[in-house]
């Protein structure tokens, strides 16, 4: 009886030729596991026949949708991750998702080895295996991209049509796209020289802005404790809400990122990602955490939050560092509930109002007008007080400035000059 292994299967080009590829080189009993994470139907469809028409024994799909947002989304929404400025993480939160899902069927099943079609030039790789190795590390992990002699899309082709695998690809360059819930992105083709504006046939998700709606729409979003859990007042279940954030901002043309990103690898790739949803949720969020954090607080959630998107990026989520930051951005939220009001127009979403039941922002207190609960004369001390280190700095460089103008003047030019007799 052959041994099992467990593929990450997704129905694309390479997973399809992967399956008959493994029973050949390794004489392995494939089962292929696909993860619903909000690819969408035309992905889905059709995927159990297709995986047994390729060779598999056997094909299993799971839908993670809710999980993936509530467990892996939502944490990174709390810590505000965002990629090099730019890069909401999309991909890169699914891949741990995936992966623990392959892991527990492959225990569940009895097989030794999990594979993925990953490339050795890309951050996936790594995703995958870090989150094997983190959660059974006694799992024999096969990758084809770094074995086999398959070296482009046409060898890929040639391979399938020999053995009559189904595949819809072509040999026609195009995109490599990645989509779930939280965004798609591009990569691929045109794309592949930055000097390139994205073509129009690129964009999925989201309307060029200049062919937004005239008129403006202002939606708001409800959060509590860092996660938003409504929109316009009515309460939603996570995969629903970001349904609708993604078409309300896909219509106006929100959430488009074209980035030069820096791989773990060491090499830079340009990926242009489309997250409209998610970019109205971030954009309420940064103004309700600023209305209910206090200021050392926020500035700390501030400081780590490069390092925890750099943790979610290289794929070292089930590693203790992200865990225990995860706890401090759980804490530092739990106040950061609250509406905001975001006007949508033309490729912008930007937050107008927010409210709060913790809002530390006091009328009385920051008013420019008389305040009974703030006296001006307070000030004088606490100004001096904070402006000391800075004064006696000042102080003692410009006395050490004139002391060495001093000691550089030439003797004579400092005493009355000598008559000298001829």
């Not at 996660?227 to 896909?250: C, H, M, Q």
């Not at 030069?260 to 790739?269: A, D, F, I, Y």
Request: net charge positive.
């Amino acid at each position: 009886m052959s041994d099992k292994v467990v593929l990450a299967y997704s129905g694309g080009l390479d997973t399809s030729i992967i399956i008959p590829w493994l029973r050949e080189n390794y004489a392995l009993e494939v089962h292929a596991l696909c993860c619903d994470v909000g690819q969408g139907d035309d992905e889905l469809a059709g995927l159990e026949k297709k995986a047994l028409a390729s060779g598999a024994a056997a094909c299993k799909v799971v839908d993670l949708r809710t999980a993936f947002l509530e467990e892996y989304v939502w944490p990174c929404l709390r810590a505000m991750t965002v990629y090099e400025g730019r890069y909401l993480l999309g991909t890169s939160m699914a891949r741990p998702i995936l992966a623990k899902a392959q892991v527990e069927h492959a225990l569940e099943i009895g097989a030794p080895y999990v594979a993925h079609g990953c490339t050795g030039k890309g951050n996936d790789q790594v995703r995958f295996e870090l989150t094997y190795m983190a959660l059974a590390p006694e799992l024999k992990i096969l990758a084809p991209w770094r074995e086999w002699d398959i070296k482009s899309r046409e060898d890929a082709l040639d391979y399938a049509a020999k053995r009559k695998i189904p595949v819809v690809q072509s040999r026609k360059k195009i995109y490599s796209r990645d989509r779930n819930l939280w965004h798609i992105s591009h990569e691929g083709g045109a794309l592949e020289d930055p000097a390139n504006a994205p073509p129009d046939d690129v964009w999925m998700l989201s309307v060029s802005p200049e062919k937004a709606p005239d008129r403006p729409q202002i939606v708001e979003v409800g959060y509590e404790e860092g996660v938003p859990v409504s929109v316009d007042g009515k309460r939603l279940g996570a995969i629903e809400l970001v349904t609708l954030l993604n078409k309300l901002g896909g219509k106006h043309g929100v959430g488009r990122v074209d980035i030069t990103e820096n791989r773990l690898v060491g090499m830079k790739s340009r990926g242009v990602y489309e997250t409209p949803g998610g970019t109205i949720i971030l954009e309420g969020l940064r103004t309700l955490r600023a209305l209910t954090l206090d200021r050392d607080t926020q500035r700390m959630c501030e400081k780590l939050m490069p390092d925890y998107a750099d943790l979610v990026y290289t794929g070292r989520w089930f590693a203790p560092l992200r865990e225990s930051m995860d706890a401090f951005f759980r804490q530092a939220t739990r106040t950061v509930t609250g509406s905001v009001a975001v006007k949508l127009f033309k490729g912008s979403a930007t937050a107008l109002s927010s409210k709060s039941p913790f809002s530390l922002y006091r009328e009385d207190l920051a008013t420019f007008g008389d305040s009974a609960a703030f006296d001006h004369k307070d000030s004088y001390g606490f100004v001096r007080l904070y402006g000391l280190p800075g004064m006696v700095a000042a102080k003692v460089q410009r006395e050490a400035a004139g002391a060495a103008r001093k000691a550089s003047k030439p003797k004579a030019a400092r005493g009355k000059a000598r008559k000298v007799l001829v």
